[in-house]
């Protein structure tokens, strides 16, 4: 047992199977013990490196690994499943772990603070609601639209109740039972938009209170929802070498496709979290569009609107929201204020 170097586990929600391994790669037991035992199990091991995927409840259990004196590493499932051997199952799956963490080259996911779990927890209820939202009200538009009434797009129409006047002056033509349902769709959109405000209030609250967020926030085009995302994706800024290496994560740079010396370049890679780059990609838009407005444009003001001119409005977009998470970790990383 005092050989061991790496011990791989598969995590589940009741059963968890372990694979240890010495310095040489040799296995030294593999077993599949309870939820209420993995504690006891790790506790009693010389310290060693416990690897596990990052999935479900990994950085919870990377936490508490490394309290007892352990270094706890969580990898991406993508780089462990080319070291899975045969068919599927969990004694394999450890195995496949433990082999992977023994690689050098193969990337390592950061544990997440429960601060930072906190604020992705808030942010995965707030798009839920902002997605329910959407459909509820897509719905209300097609049902009108199949009785000849044309909505327009956006959500101050049905804030400012032109929808619900609309209903009392056609009351008779509609029918009873569709403005009933109408009513019922108004009454749960609103719902909706009244709790997605009250998640943008927290958010608001959140920034304030951090020094770093409101550093975030004196960028162009980051608000709430993207200082807080940025905040709790990115953690110790440190981890990344430069800001170039922080958008590539998030998958705003372009994928290479390149062989025999030639290099080709094309659309951005899309890895890393999709809401932190949907996010930059939309607070970019906001900011161009404040960009072109301006009478006097600062420096990146002037280089996004010259790209647009040359490539076109959305991939200027996608530039500047590249830009934009290079600024951000700057900002986070040396601790300094945006400077346009």
């Given at each position: 047992m005092n050989n061991i170097s790496i011990v791989g586990i598969d995590l589940a929600k009741h059963v968890f199977q372990l694979h240890a391994v010495d310095g040489s790669g040799h296995k030294v037991f593999?077993?599949?013990?309870?939820?209420?035992?993995?504690?006891?199990?790790?506790?009693?091991l010389p310290p060693c490196i416990v690897a596990m995927e990052a999935c479900g409840s990994a950085h919870y259990w990377a936490r508490e690994i490394s309290q007892l004196g352990h270094e706890a590493q969580l990898l991406p499932p993508q780089a462990v499943k080319p070291f899975i051997q045969g068919h599927k199952n969990d004694a394999r799956d450890a195995a496949g772990i433990a082999e992977a963490a023994a690689r050098p080259a193969t990337r390592r996911v950061t544990v997440k603070t429960p601060e930072q779990q906190s604020l992705q927890a808030l942010h995965r209820v707030r798009s839920r609601l902002v997605r329910a939202r959407t459909a509820v009200?897509?719905?209300?538009?097609?049902?009108?639209?199949?009785?000849?009434?044309?909505?327009?797009?956006?959500h101050r129409v049905i804030r400012q109740g032109e929808i619900r006047r609309l209903l009392d002056e056609r009351h008779d033509q509609l029918g009873a039972a569709l403005c009933d349902v109408i009513h019922d769709l108004l009454n749960e959109w609103q719902a909706l938009d009244t709790r997605i405000t009250e998640y943008d209030k927290r958010l608001g609250t959140y920034v304030q209170a951090t020094p770093s967020m409101k550093q975030l926030m004196s960028v162009p085009g980051i608000g709430p929802v993207n200082a807080t995302l940025l905040f709790s994706h990115m953690g110790d800024p440190k981890r990344f070498p430069n800001g170039r290496q922080f958008s590539a994560s998030l998958g705003l740079v372009p994928r290479q496709y390149s062989s025999g010396g030639k290099d080709v370049?094309?659309?951005?890679?899309?890895?890393?979290?999709?809401?932190?780059?949907?996010?930059?990609?939309?607070?970019?838009?906001?900011?161009?569009?404040?960009?072109?407005?301006?009478?006097?444009?600062?420096?990146?003001?002037?280089?996004?609107?010259?790209?647009?001119?040359?490539?076109?409005?959305?991939?200027?977009?996608?530039?500047?929201?590249?830009?934009?998470?290079?600024?951000?970790?700057?900002?986070?990383?040396?601790?300094?204020?945006?400077q346009a």
């Open positions: 593999s077993k599949k013990i309870k939820r209420d035992q993995l504690r006891t199990v790790i506790a009693n009200g897509n719905e209300l538009r097609g049902l009108l639209n199949e009785f000849g009434i044309i909505v327009a797009q956006g370049l094309k659309s951005i890679t899309k890895h890393g979290n999709s809401e932190v780059r949907r996010q930059l990609v939309h607070g970019a838009r906001a900011a161009l569009r404040q960009f072109q407005r301006q009478e006097h444009p600062d420096r990146l003001a002037q280089w996004v609107i010259r790209l647009a001119a040359r490539v076109g409005q959305r991939k200027a977009i996608v530039a500047l929201a590249n830009k934009m998470a290079r600024i951000c970790w700057s900002i986070l990383a040396y601790q300094r204020p945006y």
